[in-house]
């Protein structure tokens, strides 16, 4: 049965179904959460957990409980190597972040979080995890994501990457959702934890740089040198995302004719079109989100949309219109394995 299209959908959100970003705040640290209600409880789907604040299903309980698991997963599993933290622009990342490195920094981890505060795409997060392990098979890295991908801007996400630098499988997951669930059911009065004015100065917590060797590596994978001959017209949306910081280095290094046609961050992302069912969703691959790119498609050469923390890509053309991401991801791959 086909879902009914929103009147609104592709068009802007109005101010009424903006999410008030204050509250949410507030009911991260404040809204009670009961883990003998399945719906409070920590349930990992692709390689992390996501809920809402307003929900009781991403709190800042939840964020303790998962990161203590990951400290604990990490000392059983001997990876003993930095851990990389990245962070998207939705409301509920910047308090996650916090709450993660007060653990972290309490349990002595080495964390890696970006030199100029700027926001973290998944991808490059992968990136800094396998160039540290590349050769390597002691103290290994591994990372956290926190974001809830393409979700709506009142869901907030926490991710783990092991050291293969992808998203963790569903055995890895499912070991830490376990003790996470036990830590939350607990009350997380087992939880190490430090002040985060402490945590910020620890000298376990490092600035790291990765939006340098993430955009100079990719000389390594791609002909840059014929992109930038063929003078394409390259057009960006981050759709308020992570990769926001990202395309004006990507320009200026490489030498790419890239425009980004949206440099807005704005955690309520009021900026973006409504999907198909009436919601904001960050979802590169729905024409109803995507409207305001396409509407530019005519001039660009072809554009580029992403979700949130980057790992998904929407892509316009003037002929084709949105095009599959699959398919473009499939001939993209063929290309980089030749």
């Not at 729905?286 to 072809?302: E, R």
Request: charged share 20%.
């Amino acid at each position: 049965m086909t879902t009914q299209v929103h009147p609104l959908a592709g068009k802007p959100a109005p101010r009424s179904m903006l999410v008030n970003v204050a509250r949410l705040v507030s009911a991260y640290y404040e809204r009670e959460v009961d883990a003998s209600v399945p719906g409070h409880r920590i349930q990992f789907g692709t390689s992390g957990h996501r809920g809402s604040a307003f929900e009781s299903s991403f709190n800042q309980l939840h964020i303790l409980a998962v990161t203590e698991a990951i400290c604990a997963y990490r000392k059983r599993n001997g990876i003993s190597g930095p851990l990389y933290l990245g962070v998207d622009t939705h409301a509920l990342s910047e308090p996650a972040r916090a709450t993660a490195l007060e653990v972290l920094a309490a349990h002595g981890v080495d964390v890696m979080v970006d030199a100029n505060d700027n926001y973290t795409p998944t991808p490059v997060v992968s990136h800094a995890i396998l160039c540290h392990n590349r050769s390597r098979t002691d103290r290994l890295a591994d990372g956290i994501l926190i974001t809830p991908s393409h979700n709506p801007p009142e869901d907030g996400g926490i991710k783990y990457n092991p050291p293969n630098g992808g998203p963790a499988d569903t055995e890895v997951t499912g070991w830490i959702e376990r003790a996470a669930n036990q830590l939350l059911q607990a009350g997380c009065r087992d939880v190490l934890r430090l002040p985060l004015r402490e945590s910020l100065s620890a000298p376990t917590t490092h600035r790291h740089d990765f939006i340098g060797p993430y955009v100079d590596d990719l000389r390594n994978v791609i002909d840059v040198a014929a992109i930038s001959a063929s003078k394409l017209r390259i057009g960006a949306d981050p759709l308020g995302g992570a990769s926001a910081p990202f395309w004006a280095p990507v320009a200026e290094r490489l030498g790419i004719d890239v425009e980004v046609v949206n440099e807005t961050v704005d955690s309520t992302f009021s900026f973006m079109p409504l999907d198909r069912d009436g919601k904001i969703r960050m979802d590169c691959s729905s024409p109803w989100a995507m409207a305001n790119l396409i509407g530019l498609k005519d001039q660009f050469d072809v554009a580029f949309g992403n979700d949130a923390d980057a790992d998904r890509h929407g892509i316009v053309t003037p002929k084709g219109g949105l095009l599959n991401p699959n398919h473009y991801l499939s001939v993209a791959i063929d290309y980089l394995f030749r």
